[in-house]
Every structure is written in C-alpha cells, then in structure tokens.
C-alpha cells in the first residue's frame, strides 16, 4: 500500500504566506473594492534596473545562434557569475570558486542543506523565526524535540548569545539581519556564535539574504568576517532583496572547504575525505554531491542577469532601488512612533517588527489592520511562539502607498 511522509501532516496546514494570501483573497472576494496596501510578505515592487534586464535580452538573443547556444550548463554556476561574486561580495575573504554554488534561490538552499545531515542531530532555530527552517526540518522528521528554540524576545534585544543555550544544538540556524525581527547582529555577538561552534563542533546556517539593507558599521556582511567562520559555517546569499529577483530566481551559497565533519562509518567511499585526512568529511564535498544529482543549474540568462549586478550600471541601480525602500523604512518607523506604537528592527532591514496593543492576538490585528485599514502585514505569531504579541510591515512596498498605509494607521 502506497504512504504518505507522515512527517508532513505534521506540518501547519498552509505555508504562513499561503495562509495570508488566502485570507486577503477571501476579504477582496467580498470587498472587490477594497484599497488594499500590502505589506505583508518581502516582495520587491522596484522594477529590475536596466543594466539587468538588457543582459537578459543579450543572454537571450545568443540562445538564438548555433555558434552561441547553451544547454545544461554548470550545475555548480558559471565561473563568470562566480568570479564576480568573490570579487564584489568576498574580497580580500579567500573564498574560492569552487565554494560557492549558485542557486535558484536561499529558501530552497536553507531548507535543502538540512538533507546532507543526519536526522538524528540536535538543530537551533531562533524564535521567531522565518518558517522555512523549521517546515523543513519537520518535513525530513525532525521532531520537537530535535529543536532547540533560541528565544529572540525584547528581553535580548533580539538578539540571542549562546550563553542561553540550555542545550548545545548541531546545527544553528542564524539570520541576520533578521527576518522577522529586522535586527542584525553586530560583530561581537557573531563572533560569540563562531567561537561556540568551534568549541562544540557545531555547524552555523548563515541566512545572509538581507545584507545589503546593512548601514551600521559593527555589522558584518558575510560572517566569513569573523575569524575561524569558514570551519564552522555555510552561508546563504540571494539577489531577490539586493536586486529584486524574487521573481527571476538567483540566489548563491557557501561552503567552505575547510567545513568538515569526523567521519561516522568507514566503510563509505574516500571521495568525501577531504585533504585534511580520512577521517574528516567534506561538507563541500556532499554539497557537491547533492546539488549536481538534484539540480541542473540556474537558467544561463539569468545567471548573465545577475553577472550584470556587479556592473557600474546594476550597481547604481540596485543601490537606487536599496535607497528607496530604505526611505520607505523610515516612513514606517516614523509613522508608527507617531500613532504611539513600540517597534524594533528597520535600521538594518527591510522590516519593521512592531508591537501590538496588549489582549489583541497577532492574528486579531491582521483582521483588524485588513478590514478596518485594508493594510496586510504579517502576524508575528506566524514566525513562532515568541511572535505573538508583535506584527511584521515590510519596506518593499509602493512609496505612495507606503505613506498612505502611515497615514491610514496613524488616523486610527
Ligand atoms: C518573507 O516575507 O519573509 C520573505 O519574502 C519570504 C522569502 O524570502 O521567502
């Protein structure tokens, strides 16, 4: 008889995301004249710079010549598109190309990574967090108490040490900054968490997605910064928030060689040593392994897409788009302290993690913020228990709307 993965009825019945969009549907289905203003899931409303879209045309129209055509190309990526990531995102970082591997995205790549782990280990999520972690790792049978909840709550400032770890996880996850909360980590608490790993032997999942929203000083871009990192860490990058490929897909993730775990079994074949002797597996190595049975690559146009982000051009306009929706932020932050409300994050990122009168519900407030003021944000409660009690606006919105979504809350 055919069965299921019982794993995945024990996952909530929708995707956080799917669940809201259900919810608005349902609200426009009645109210098919409602204004409604979202600012609810990170989604880019900036047009792609020109620089991109024209390296689309061109990556497209050599598709059309014999000479030019391209089929399955590096599972991996394209060296050109890696070349310019260790110079423009890595330098002076050694981070080698065969480090890094492109992707269709981080939300795959942060819940695919688990798969080369064993499903008897111990992995830290914080709470709240961003619900991919956690599904995924339900998803491939981790139970509850295979998780180990970091509390990210007012009390540390959002901002977990692993001197509160009641238990030692093997794998933390650690997004900064942040999604929900929109707090980044700075410096010295990163390199509280790199020095824990080293010591427990831990491995950290670095979701990097929102670095170029950074403008503080004491927070590092990649935390390959921090000395020893590259022992103990694999990072996740993503050109949807930086360059507004939500819809284009390319993200990148790396794993250093100097990442291995003690080998468990001897019997396994010695292509996953690595040169540090028989003893040590190459997390690089499985990756490898991985991405190249289940994965063709992402398209060669939108990696050439993605190569032109680094040009003078993409960089002018993607800083442009960054610029704008920083602006945005801070229209959110001041349009919220106006109407009296406490919020956090937003200096460092694209969201604002605000708080919401005592006694309503997070999913209460989404009622109210849709039917009353036809705004959509997210429940914080969503993102995990700690959530609740907070609600999440995000920066990525229309500018005109953005300040409309203010002046609609603060009229109250
Ligand atoms: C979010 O709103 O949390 C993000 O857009 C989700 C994602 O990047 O997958």
Known sequence: MIKINENFLRLKDNYLFSNINQRVNQYLKQNPLADIIRLGIGDVTRPIPKAITSAIKKAAEELEDKETFKGYGPEQGYDF???????????????????????????????????????????????PVYPVYLDSNIMCGRKDTDIIYINATEKNDFTPIPEELEEVPDLIYICSPNNPTGVAMKKEILEKWVKFAREQGSIILFDDAYEAFIEEEDIPHSIYEIEGAKEVAIEFKSYSKTAGFTGLRCAYTIVPKELVVKRQIQ????????????????????????????????????????????????????????????????????????????CYGGINSPYIWMKIPKGISSWEYFDILLKQYNIVGTPGVGFGTNGEGYFRLTAFGDRDKTKEAMERISKG
Do not use: H, M, P
């Open 81 to 127: 598109l890696k070349e310019k990531i260790i110079k423009n995102e890595y330098r002076g970082l050694n981070i080698k190309s065969d480090e890094v591997f492109i992707s269709d995205g981080a939300k795959c790549d942060t819940g695919n990574i688990i798969e080369i782990f064993d499903k008897d280990i111990k992995v830290g999520i914080t709470d």
């Open 267 to 342: 019997e396994i074949t010695d292509s996953f040593s690595n040169n540090l002797g028989n003893n040590s597996i190459s997390i690089n190595k499985l990756w490898n392994r991985r991405s190249t049975t289940k994965f063709n690559g992402v398209s060669y146009v939108i990696q050439r897409a993605a190569e032109a982000v680094y040009t003078e051009e993409g960089k002018k306009g993607i800083n442009e788009n960054i610029k704008y929706y920083k602006e945005n932020t801070k229209i959110i932050l001041e349009g919220l302290k106006k109407a009296g409300i406490t």
